[in-house]
Structure formats: structure tokens, C-alpha cells
């Protein structure tokens, strides 16, 4: 399973208990401009199992459509990346994002260039025959402060992969929290020229837009994110 997923199309569903990011408050948060208050630096921490994950270098991107979030330790080359389908304030959870499951991704790697540990619901686990799997993912964000451009929250959630002998192992990931994690709204500009093919199910498949996402963090290697999309058709 690819950890790198992205995909930066599609409209965002509502969330009952959020605001968008357009129309988000301050969170409160003091920075260094003089004013008595102390800048709040950023945090992106979890437990790994019983192993305690504190990232020491973060990337964020907010836009209309999609969040991504990603932590990496330099010192082990392990990363989290966290993409939700909204900029919403709220909860997330595989029942109340299932409509937008291509823009939900929970992933835990080891190294940037091996297969990550990913979340499923139980349902998408059932079928696949995932044994000893129970979906546990549940994201929060906190606050997003638009002037800042920082974004705050909670998460957890059980990842698996599959290993060489076609078994299945799963990580446990809990406590996880990111605090003031700066985000740019910048995403990559179109290429007219896009082009991607694939047979599924020994049929053609012939994209009408390819989205490629680069995320990099000083201390890790860069990774791409390429995502074909059909928008019509079967």
C-alpha cells in the first residue's frame, strides 16, 4: 500500500461541528510581535506502540478541499502523515468520512521508501482479510488560525501492511497531538500535459487529471504523491 496519497481534487463534505478555514477565528495562541505574548512552537507527537514519536521537523497543507499533515523523525527516518477530506474544525473518523475515503489517509512509515502502515475502516479490513485489525481512527482539529497559518488537533489510529510472506502486522498509534504546525496554501500548478495509464481489472484506464503532490521536511527525503482521476465514466 503507497504511503504517499494524495489527492488535491473533489469537493469537501460539511461537518456539523466546524467552520471553514476562510471564516476561522484566532485561536488565542500568543506569538513574539512585541505584544507581552511568547510564540508557541510546533509540536507533532504520538506513541508508537509503547515508543514515544516527537518529530522534529513538520510539513501542513490547508486548502478549500483537503488537509495533509506529516511529522518526521530525522534521528530513526520515521514518518506520520495524516490527510483529511476538509479544513474543518471537528471530528474525523472512517464513518463520518467513508464518502470521501480517497481523502482520508492515516499512515504510519517506518521509512520513506517502504510500505506504511495504514489505517482502513473495519469494513474495507473484513474483506481484504486483515486479521486482528480494529479501526481505531479518530482526528480532531482543534483550531486553525487563519492569520498564522497554523493548524492544532488530536489523532490516533491503527495502521497495517501487509510483509513478505503475506501476512499482515499492525502498528498501534495513540496520543497523538499537533500543535501551531505552520501550513501553506500553496499546491502545485497544473501541467497541461498529463498523462497516466493503468489497466484495471485487465481494462483501460485513461485518467482525465493527474494531481502530483512533492512533500519535503528538512532531515527526510522528499516523496511524490501521483494520483489519476476519472471523473467520468466507469
Known sequence: MLF??????????????????????????????????????????????????????????VTDNYVLIAGTRSSKGDLIQIILPSNKVGTYTWANSKENADHFVLAYAEKVDVDAFASISNEDAA?????????????????????????????????FRETDNGSTETKVITNGTFVNVPYTTDIPADDSDQILKAKVNGVDFINDKVDVTAVSASGSNPYYSIVGKRMMGV
Open 127 to 159: 474483506s481484504l482479510e486483515v486479521k486482528n485489525y480494529t479501526d481505531t481512527a479518530i482526528i480532531k482539529i482543534t483550531a486553525v488560525d487563519k492569520t498564522k497559518k497554523t493548524i492544532s488537533g488530536t489523532f490516533q489510529f491503527t495502521g
Open 4 to 61: 504517499a496519497i494524495c489527492t488535491l481534487l473533489g469537493s469537501c463534505s460539511p461537518f456539523d461541528d466546524g467552520c471553514d478555514i476562510q471564516g476561522s477565528e484566532n485561536s488565542g495562541n500568543g506569538n513574539g510581535n512585541g505584544s507581552g505574548t511568547v510564540e508557541e512552537k510546533a509540536v507533532f507527537k504520538a506513541k508508537i506502540g509503547t515508543e514515544e514519536f516527537v518529530a522534529n521537523t513538520t510539513t501542513a497543507v
